[in-house]
């Protein structure tokens, strides 16, 4: 049952997330009851839905874009998708500056990342959010409990990966690349286990197992997501599927439909995440 769970939760995921990217300006549609349906946010002055997280069938979570009026939301759903409130308004310097992640630790402490000076956190739930002063402009962020947070950025002459371990109040550095090939993804199966990914796929992902001190090259291995059930069995994306059973260490091509028309991509549903309350990630 436990597994048949997470997997249904793995699907609704990609469904969910593939439909805010297509039809973000105007609502997503998430359950199918007799069919699809749509269902609608509130204002959000042009805003739109940059990711979104479930931490159950009703509970979920989202973050926007900035929009002209310099405003990014969070905002909650507490029935699935059918209602959602503004939970947090975020007023950045600039429009060009947006979140780019929400996750939960468990069902009372989460984070929201945007790619600026602050992170936002919330202990109860959602309800309440607060900014913390991080200074990183950090472009993508791991949760490994609600204390230690991985982020990472991509400039040459101050990024690579960096480690909280007090909730986002204090950061340390654990790697760099010292120039050009620093990571804007990450993604942490434990808190030993974990992969990074540069945006524009100029260089293979790397591996750690020793919580992001060091990292190896996977050569010709590349990924846009990916997500594990545990810390054995994974599947990312990059234009196709692949599939691991020995913690990343090799990948093989799985299977995928034909779909008429031509409309297949498999870039389309990458977002394989597992919720925070089935991912895996434990302390």
């Known amino acids: 049952?436990?597994?048949?769970?997470?997997?249904?939760?793995?699907?609704?995921?990609?469904?969910?997330?593939?439909?805010?990217?297509?039809?973000?300006?105007?609502?997503?549609?998430?359950?199918?009851?007799?069919?699809?349906y749509q269902q609608y946010f509130p204002n959000l002055n042009g805003s739109t839905i940059k990711d979104m997280t479930f931490l159950d069938s009703l509970t979920g979570f989202a973050v926007t874009t900035v929009n002209s009026t310099y405003q990014g939301y969070i905002l909650k759903t507490t029935n699935g998708g059918d209602n959602w409130n503004i939970k947090f308004t975020y007023n950045?310097?600039?429009?060009?500056?947006?979140?780019?992640?929400?996750?939960?630790?468990?069902?009372?402490?989460?984070?929201?990342?945007?790619?600026?000076?602050?992170?936002?956190?919330?202990?109860?739930?959602?309800?309440?959010?607060?900014?913390?002063?991080?200074?990183?402009?950090?472009?993508?962020?791991?949760?490994?409990?609600?204390?230690?947070?991985?982020?990472?950025?991509?400039?040459?002459?101050?990024?690579?990966?960096?480690?909280?371990?007090?909730?986002?109040?204090?950061?340390?550095t654990i790697w760099s690349m010292g120039g050009s090939g620093n990571p804007q993804k990450i993604y942490m199966v434990n808190k030993d286990l974990g992969?990074?990914?540069?945006?524009?796929?100029?260089t293979f992902m790397k591996r750690t197992t020793n919580g992001g001190f060091n990292w190896t090259e996977i050569s010709g291995e590349k990924f846009k997501d990916l997500a594990f059930f545990d810390s054995n069995t994974g599947w990312k994306v990059n234009n196709e599927i692949r599939k691991t059973t020995n913690g990343g260490?090799?990948?093989?091509?799985?299977?995928?439909?034909?779909?008429?028309?031509?409309?297949?991509?498999?870039?389309?549903?990458?977002?394989?995440?597992?919720?925070?309350?089935s991912s895996g990630v434990s302390i």
């Not at 607060?130 to 101050?158: H, R, W």
């Not at 992969?195 to 100029?202: H, R, Y």
């Not at 091509?253 to 309350?277: D, E, H, R, W």
């Open 1 to 36: 049952m436990k597994l048949h769970t997470a997997f249904s939760s793995v699907l609704k995921g990609l469904i969910v997330v593939s439909v805010v990217l297509f039809l973000s300006a105007a609502g997503f549609q998430d359950k199918m009851t007799s069919g699809w």
């Open 195 to 202: 992969f990074t990914q540069d945006e524009g796929l100029s």
């Open 249 to 277: 260490v090799n990948w093989f091509l799985q299977q995928t439909p034909n779909i008429i028309n031509g409309f297949y991509s498999p870039a389309k549903f990458s977002v394989m995440k597992l919720p925070a309350a």
């Open 92 to 172: 950045p310097p600039y429009t060009n500056v947006s979140f780019n992640k929400i996750q939960f630790a468990n069902n009372n402490t989460g984070y929201a990342n945007i790619d600026y000076v602050d992170l936002i956190k919330t202990t109860n739930g959602g309800d309440d959010w607060f900014q913390i002063y991080t200074g990183l402009y950090a472009e993508d962020m791991a949760l490994i409990n609600p204390d230690t947070i991985f982020a990472v950025k991509s400039n040459a002459f101050n990024g690579g990966v960096f480690r909280s371990t007090n909730g986002g109040y204090n950061w340390q």
